[in-house]
């Protein structure tokens, strides 16, 4: 949109002249003399408006006068050009050269454009190069199980893992992770024991959780309940997402180990959270929790997981649901040159169908945990792996960040475009999804030359990121963030130990440790694992003494 001193300049000189024109309709030379002044008008009102655009845009070279975003390249023809006058190299902390498109400080100088920052400075602090995959794997490991707290006996753990460094919080999710995690590594005796806590929460005789009706569980169990958010220091909120993911390990460990009794739980899993927040309507999709606030509406993100653990245990009707509702949940901005994934519908009824647009900015897992989950592969029109490719540009550009900690500057995304501070959950889901996109939807980026770059530039920013923690650490931090990563929506993620950002980042050496090696699906943990799941007929053939033991 021309800027609006300009656009009303050339609104009203127009008018006196279309009036001094029609009181002098013989004067020919009157309108061709008005034409010119008006094409200079334009002319002057473009300029003026470029000026205001580019204004805005802090050294980014293009911006769009149509809808005033500033680009890193020239995408569209239309886009003005902008003097790229800002130092990026103020911040580099001694690094030789930095992008002064995304303000990032490099070792080396891997694009012509980078600003040589090396003149009379002298270098800072630098990281260590990165150790190799397995060295950082076997760092994962150890710091996983030295969290692990076992009975005196040694079968069963006291508590789960704890999610923070001094706090008491034992998150079903951030557990539901490390159990993905260790059962990849084939760790299965430790993966059993996460799990073997979980059986028995779900079928105790006094549940934490919320108990359900069991008239539809595939187990015929009399007593079930879904799992509370945290124990210890209690979150007693019931969340179908975080279920979803505890379904999720049970599956994957039972593909795994081959147990058909960890399946018949995996199953159980699906068929509560079906019956208990399941919609039959035209969005499809699961509520999103059965306590707690907001309670009916139904979440993006958990469905995404839904998706997954539907797809796990060959439910093709509720991952049909559930795709169906995250399909619904695309939203095009900016003129439709931007794209995301909404957080989901408003609270309210019961499976209402209103769409939720809050909050204004860029909501971060919505887009990399539905392109790791093939979350909207079947869209409808059959566009689906472009609409995430599309949305997964517009993340990079909404929520990418840099940190700088202990010397060490870091690259990844906050939680939402909101927020500040990199947060270490996402970043690392951020690179499995862009991996993920890579191999598995390459002709998404075919077409957009620029897009490619992009991905792979932030992909290796990010991995490269993680593995300087992991080898400096042995661990991942939430956030690195003076203090915290503030998500922008209600929460903060603490400069601490964290379970979950660990956990993520193992799958994602597991999944491709690097670009110069090939990607392994059997390190995304929405992927079906690569042993089938035993189906709900075989799980219910088998004996049902994994939960027995436990509940006598």
């Not at 009036?19 to 002044?37: E, H, Q, R």
């Not at 009975?151 to 557990?175: C, I, M, S």
């Not at 870091?410 to 991996?435: C, D, K, P």
Request: proline share 5%; charged share 20%; glycine share 8%.
């Amino acid at each position: 949109m021309l800027a609006g001193s300009a656009t009303e300049l050339v609104f009203i000189t127009w008018n006196i002249l279309l009036v001094a024109c029609l009181a002098t309709p013989m004067d020919a030379n009157c309108c061709n003399d008005s034409g010119k002044l008006l094409a200079q008008l334009n002319t002057k009102a473009r300029t003026v408006a470029a000026e205001s655009c580019c204004t805005r845009c802090g050294g980014m070279p293009f911006c769009s006068l149509d809808s005033g975003n500033c680009y890193g390249s020239k995408r569209k023809d239309y886009y003005e050009s902008c003097p790229v006058t800002v130092s990026c190299c103020a911040q580099c902390d001694g690094l030789p050269f930095c992008s002064p498109v995304s303000k990032h400080c490099y070792a080396s100088k891997r694009k012509d454009y980078y600003t040589n920052c090396s003149s009379g400075v002298q270098p800072g602090p630098q990281p260590a190069p990165p150790l190799d995959p397995e060295t950082l794997l076997s760092s994962v490991d150890s710091w996983m199980l030295a969290r692990m707290r076992w009975t005196p006996d040694g079968q069963q753990l006291t508590a789960l893992l704890k999610t923070y460094d001094g706090f008491d919080r034992h998150d079903a999710y951030d557990n539901a992770l490390a159990a993905i995690y260790l059962t990849m590594r084939g760790k299965l005796r430790e993966a059993k024991a996460i799990l073997d806590f979980f059986i028995r929460e779900m079928y105790a005789g006094t549940p934490q959780g919320v108990a359900l009706n069991t008239d539809s569980l595939p187990s015929n169990r009399s007593q079930f309940a879904l799992l509370i958010a945290s124990y210890g220091d209690m979150d007693t909120a019931v969340d179908v997402g975080n279920n979803a993911w505890v379904g999720i390990a049970f599956a994957r460990y039972a593909a795994a180990s081959g147990s058909g009794c960890y399946a018949l739980v995996a199953h159980d899993i699906l068929a509560a959270i079906h019956h208990g927040r399941g919609c039959d309507d035209g969005l499809g999709g699961f509520m999103q929790r059965l306590r707690g606030h907001p309670q009916n509406t139904r979440s993006t993100e958990h469905n995404i997981d839904m998706k997954s653990l539907a797809r796990m245990l060959h439910d093709e009707a509720l991952q049909a649901s559930a795709e169906s509702f995250i399909s619904s949940m695309h939203h095009e901005y900016s003129g439709g040159e931007r794209a995301k994934y909404l957080i989901g519908t408003d609270n309210g009824e019961p499976c209402n169908a209103n769409r939720n647009h809050w909050p204004s900015g860029f909501i971060t897992d919505t887009t990399f945990w539905n392109v790791l989950a093939d979350g909207d592969v079947n869209a409808p029109n059959g566009d689906g792996p472009q609409r995430m490719a599309k949305a997964m540009g517009s993340a990079l550009q909404e929520v990418d960040a840099t940190d700088v900690f202990e010397g060490h500057t870091y690259h990844g995304v906050r939680f939402t475009s909101l927020g500040s501070g990199i947060q270490w959950e996402n970043t690392a889901s951020a690179a499995l999804a862009m991996a993920h996109l890579l191999r598995t939807y390459p002709q998404t980026l075919d077409a957009d030359p620029n897009l490619r770059e992009l991905v792979q530039q932030r992909l290796d920013e990010y991995r490269n990121s993680i593995k300087t923690m992991l080898s400096k650490y042995g661990f991942m931090y939430a956030s690195v963030h003076e203090g915290g990563s503030d998500t922008g929506i209600g929460w903060t993620y603490f400069v601490k130990p964290h379970l979950a950002a660990t956990a993520w980042a193992g799958m994602m050496l597991v999944h491709q440790s690097g670009s110069d090696v090939s990607v392994s699906e059997a390190g995304n943990p929405y992927a079906v694992p690569p042993q089938p799941v035993p189906y709900k007929v075989d799980a219910l053939s088998e004996s049902q003494h994994c939960i027995d033991i436990h509940n006598r």
